[in-house]
């Protein structure tokens, strides 16, 4: 038995339905039951509509359940306000989307530098961290630029730095490496690795068989349950 | 509220962006408030010329002017000259019963032919007191106004308007000169400062002068037949003191004037009361042009409101991206709210441009007065600011209501 601190994401009987319209609900996760220590690498596998999207959305706490527990790093998000979620995602949570999600009218550093603008940083520390960060993905020489001149290889490093700026206990990605070829997605999936090491739980979904297989523990998913 | 100055520079980078749609976006602004600022102008420069109109009449003065009353019955049979208007009498009697009156002065109109040698000009002759240049507030270009003597001793002396002086004497002096006045020859006293009321185009000569050498009647020969007025003062213009109620006391000289006179054969005016009737008219004015800028001002916002709903909506996945970045609602409306201000308040100030321009191109090609007062255009820049403030929250509210997982899911 792992000791309650060791514990990231405590999911307990989490269930989440869609609204098809009046009276008519389309259940995607159905009472689903998950723990991920600190310092985890997960897969998380499945076909398409089998609810892994939905769990991971629920994971970032980019939404929230209908039923069930979540406690994230000890707190309970699945009731918590709008507000208080957005402050939970801005210092726990980092994303690394498959298409980067990079700002096009902001350059790189002031993209990388945007969860810290939420969290009230000054401009000052801003900059300095993102200068940090992007030195910590090998791109600080791509500072300058807008997202458009970057390769995708690039963007995704600038969107890695990105979600490491807040220094977040969890990284959250999805198909990190489905926008981009075999040997800039090797590339990505060795930065996870370094992060894994240093000690950054990741949950990452993907459909990929062989970059499942690079974490540490797969979970696959199929019609709204973990499938063991 | 944090990183307002941050919010603003984005706000600025995202206008900058997308000029051209920014530019469109902010034309019904731009032109709202233009149309505001030279309505302003316009109006504040008419208004400041009526009010020095009313002003050169003198505040303090009660005007009362003879007129011809609507039928004229003759006091004796046969006499085919027609009595009527104010009389010496008339003056004495009100100045020997209204308080705080400072000066009276009248003038009698002397219709005669004017001329110098040859030439012969059309001006308004008056037959006036000493005082009447200090009453009226009138200024010598040269020379002096009629005085005294020239009462007593009945000389043939007469002050020129600064037009007629021209129009006879160009640039010649014409102190000194004598000009001819029916079958009289006045020699030339002074000459009045150009652009005083009424005063370019008149000549004034010694009442009692005017008296024994024309007399009081005046006759007057239309194809053929004669007609003859007999009016001792044409115009009486009677001035208080500061602490006087000017109103009251036109009323009543009024009554005074009322009780001696069978006929309305006189009328009044107050220039205090004119002044006070130009601010109804003006308040009137005041309320029409807000209106219509008000209209304007409101499509302008409206215009505002559609882009920004358009934006919101095109970028629904960067709000998305903002929001899984930590950003609250309250976030997301600051930076779509400061944004709209932003758009709105740029098109005030060139707005602003467009009417102070407007605003000369009329002075200069209608040649009507405009003043663009520092309020005006405070208030037309603090309109617009507001504008984008109130229309900004709706577009504003659309962006931060979306859900996150929805936002980011949208492709566009």
Redesign the interface.
Known sequence: MTKPSDVLIDMNGIKRSYALGKDRHLPVLLGLDLQVEHGDFIALMGPSGSGKSTLM?II?C??QSDGGQYLLQGRDVSSMS??AL??V???LVG?V?QFF???P??NVRENVA??L????VS?EKRERLAEESLERVSLSHRIDHRPQQLSGGEMQRAAIA?SLI?KPPLLVADEPTGNLDSRTGATIMELFHDLHKEGMTIVMVTHDADVGKQAGRMIHMRDGRITP | MRNMFTLLVMALANVGHHKMRSLLTMLGIVFGVGAVVSMLAISAGARSEALTQIENMGLHNVIVRSVKPPLVQNKNKGDWVMHYGLTFSDRDHIESLLPSIQDMVMTRTVRKKIWRGARRIDADIFAVEPGYAHTIGLDMNAGRFICDVDMEQRNATCVLGYDVARDFFAYANPIGEDIRIGSEFFRVVGVLRSGQKDGNKSIYIPERTAASVFGIKSIVRESGSFSGTYQEISELIIQFDDRADVLSMSRAVDHLLDKRHDKSDYEMTVPLELLQQRGRTQAIFTIIMASIAGISLLVGGIGIMNIMLATVLERTKEIGIRRALGATRSDIISQFLVETVVLSSLGGLLGLAVGVGGAKLVTHFAEWQTIVSPSAMIISFGISFLVGLVFGVYPALRAARMKPVDALRHTG
């Open positions: 959305n970032g980019l939404d709008d507000r957005s402050h995602r801005g210092q994303f989307f999600n990079l700002i009218q902001l945007l969860p603008f939420y969290q009230g401009k990105r807040s």
